[in-house]
Structures are given as structure tokens and as C-alpha cells.
């Protein structure tokens, strides 16, 4: 597609249960990373695959939340027994670099994730 | 002290005039820096990208980077109605996975 897509937009789900989020990057880009943004603030890093290496997963804030990206193109974030402190908008951006310090990222409209 | 920090404002200017936006980064081997434009309840929009010291122009905006200072700026020249947003300065430091790290934005409103 031209741009990254996520899905759901918006997800309601009641506490304790398990919510996935899914993103599809700009097709060709090998880089894809998950933020949270809170309202007033910058996203936040969470983690980072290249093709379908996890490269950095030290933005997860606990080991409720995991992500994967099988084929090295679609990727879903997964968390888990959800609590409300995890609402937030869930944000993902790809980029076309694999190495060096050119990086451009460029995001998706992101899901916002409410936990009741 | 956050690794990057920019006043959140809100900043407000005349339509017509030259609206800067400042922020500062405390990692000194930061290599990579981006300014990305949000509005409200929409995604983050990178428009400009900036790797060496100095000035980067593309249309009304210009981008400035001082390593030595640790500090990048963005100018708006001519502001419009339509630049009123919230302008997110990120940075991404050597070594680690190329996430950006963001400060918490500027509030830009351009005044008719």
C-alpha cells in the first residue's frame, strides 16, 4: 500500500483480556517499529524488527507484551491479561534502512487501545 | 534530564511571520535528527530530516543543527494558519536499535 496501515483503529476491550494490533508497513521496507504515545507526549519506543529479526525488544514494559513479524512484513503486537494502565495509542512505523544512520521513519495512523 | 527536550509551549505567532521552534538532546554522539509535525488526533508526519551541522531548507522550512551545542532547530518562514500543530523533534543515537527518541512536541498556533 502507500502507507503504513494499522488495524484495528480503535480497540475497546475489558481488563484481563489478551488484545492484538496489527500493522502492515510501507511495502519494501525492511524496518518496522511499535511506539506508544500518550496524550501531550512523543511516542515512546517499544520495539524493532528488521525483516523478521526482533532486533530490540527493550522498550516492552513488561512480559505481557510481546510482538512478532513471521515474514518479515506484517507485524502484530500482542498484549496480554490487559490492565488499564496500557491505554494508549498504539502507533507502528516502517523505514527502508537496514543499517547506517539514515533512518526515516514514517507511521501509521495508529490503534487506540482502551482497556475498561 | 530527558534526552531530549523541547518547550511544549504553546507557541504563538502571526500569520506571515517566522515561527522557530527550539529543542535540545543530551546524547552527544546523536547522529540522526527529525522533525516531524503532528496534528491533532492524527499520526506523526516527518518533514524534514537533518544529519550534519548546519542549515537544511525545503520550501518554508529550514532545519539548523549544532552538534557542538547539542542543539537543532526549525524554522517556518511565512507561517500559515494550516502550520498550526504540535512539532515533534526526534533524534536517533549511535549504537542503539535506530528508535527515534522524542521530546514532548511544541504547540505551534499561527494566528490569521
Known amino acids: 500500500g502507500a502507507g503504513v496501515s494499522q488495524s484495528p483503529r480503535y480497540k475497546v476491550t475489558k481488563r484481563g483480556q489478551d488484545v492484538a494490533l496489527r500493522c502492515d508497513p510501507i511495502s519494501g521496507h525492511v524496518s518496522l517499529y511499535w511506539y506508544r504515545q500518550a496524550l501531550g507526549q512523543g511516542p515512546e519506543f517499544l520495539t524493532y524488527?528488521?525483516?523478521?529479526?526482533?532486533?530490540?525488544k527493550s522498550g516492552l514494559p513488561n512480559d505481557r507484551f510481546s510482538a512478532e513479524r513471521p515474514e518479515g512484513s506484517i507485524s502484530t503486537l500482542t498484549i496480554q491479561r490487559t490492565e488499564q494502565r496500557d491505554s494508549a495509542m498504539y502507533r507502528c512505523?516502517?523505514?527502508?534502512?537496514?543499517?547506517?544512520?539514515?533512518?526515516?521513519?514514517?507511521f501509521g495512523p495508529g490503534t487506540r487501545l482502551t482497556v475498561l | 534530564q530527558k534526552e531530549v527536550e523541547q518547550n511544549s509551549g504553546p507557541l504563538s505567532v502571526p500569520e506571515g511571520a517566522i515561527a522557530s521552534l527550539n529543542c535540545t538532546y543530551s546524547d552527544r554522539v546523536s547522529q540522526s535528527f527529525f522533525w516531524y509535525r503532528q496534528y491533532s488526533g492524527k499520526s506523526p508526519e516527518l518533514i524534514m530530516s537533518i544529519y550534519s551541522n548546519g542549515d537544511k531548507e525545503d520550501g518554508r522550512f529550514t532545519a539548523q543543527l549544532n552538534k557542538a551545542s547539542q542543539y537543532v532547530s526549525l524554522l517556518i518562514r511565512d507561517s500559515q494558519p494550516s502550520d498550526s500543530a504540535t512539532y515533534l523533534c526526534?533524534?536517533?543515537?549511535?549504537?542503539?536499535?535506530?528508535?527515534?527518541?522524542f521530546g514532548s512536541g511544541t504547540q505551534l498556533t499561527v494566528l490569521p
Open positions: 512505523a516502517s523505514s527502508l534502512a537496514t543499517s547506517g544512520s539514515y533512518n526515516e521513519q514514517f
Open positions: 524488527f528488521n525483516y523478521e529479526a526482533q532486533q530490540d
Open positions: 526526534a533524534v536517533v543515537n549511535t549504537g542503539s536499535a535506530r528508535q527515534l527518541t
